[in-house]
């Protein structure tokens, strides 16, 4: 297993670890995450700055492994599959559980994982008839847009908190909207192509 492989194989066992994290009952263990009050009026709970930390983590391993497996012409199937499903267990585990537990609108990941599964579907077809259909620039913004924010929701929207203006709520707002017009996009692009006997 090469470097990138091993590294993608690491942001699994990350995001796994994480979701545990968030959904573990810790209550009912009679277990309790301590919370803290800073600047003043803001109330931040040590569980979601942990897994905050672990979700910058495993993020910034997603650039690193695909990098390096380009750069070395290190790329594998292997990598592709296993890169595609760390991306899935991260960031549609997390939009779940965040929505769960009231830290985001449950229409975001409603629409985002929705939005995924269509431009999945058609990278499938198109895939089977040989096409191979790229990240849209749109695409790539609205990945840029939410991974910011969820990292701004686990950190409580600090430091815009402290000025009264809810960054991560309008860059989860924003990826959602991206999403919609990247999948229309994606669909619009390779229309004539999936309608091909």
């Known amino acids: 297993m090469n470097l990138p492989n091993k590294i993608t194989v690491f942001r699994i066992i990350l995001s796994i670890m994480l979701l545990v994290l968030l959904i573990f009952p810790f209550d009912m263990c009679g277990l309790s995450w301590p919370s803290y009050q800073v600047f003043g009026s803001i109330t931040i709970n040590l569980e979601y700055i942990v897994g905050g930390v672990i ?3 495993a993020s910034l391993t997603d650039f690193l492994d695909g990098n390096i497996a380009r750069k070395k012409g290190l790329v594998t199937d292997f990598g592709k599959v296993m890169d595609a499903i ?38 499938m077809v ?13 695409g790539k913004l609205k990945t840029i847009c939410m991974m910011i924010g969820l990292t701004l929701v686990f950190f409580y929207n600090l430091p815009f908190e402290l000025l009264n ?6 860059l989860m707002y924003a990826a959602t909207v991206l ?17 091909e006997k």
């Open 179 to 195: 999403s919609i017009i990247s999948g229309i996009q994606y669909y619009l692009v390779n229309k004539d192509f999936l309608e």
């Open 86 to 123: 760390a991306d899935k267990v991260l960031v549609n585990g997390v939009l779940i559980v965040l929505a769960c537990n009231g830290f985001i609108n449950v229409v975001i990941p409603v629409i985002i994982i929705t939005r995924d599964i269509f431009v999945d579907s058609i990278k």
């Open 55 to 57: 979700f910058l983590v």
């Open 165 to 170: 203006i809810n960054v991560a709520e309008g």
């Open 126 to 138: 198109a895939g089977n008839k040989g096409k191979a259909v790229g990240a849209s620039l749109l």
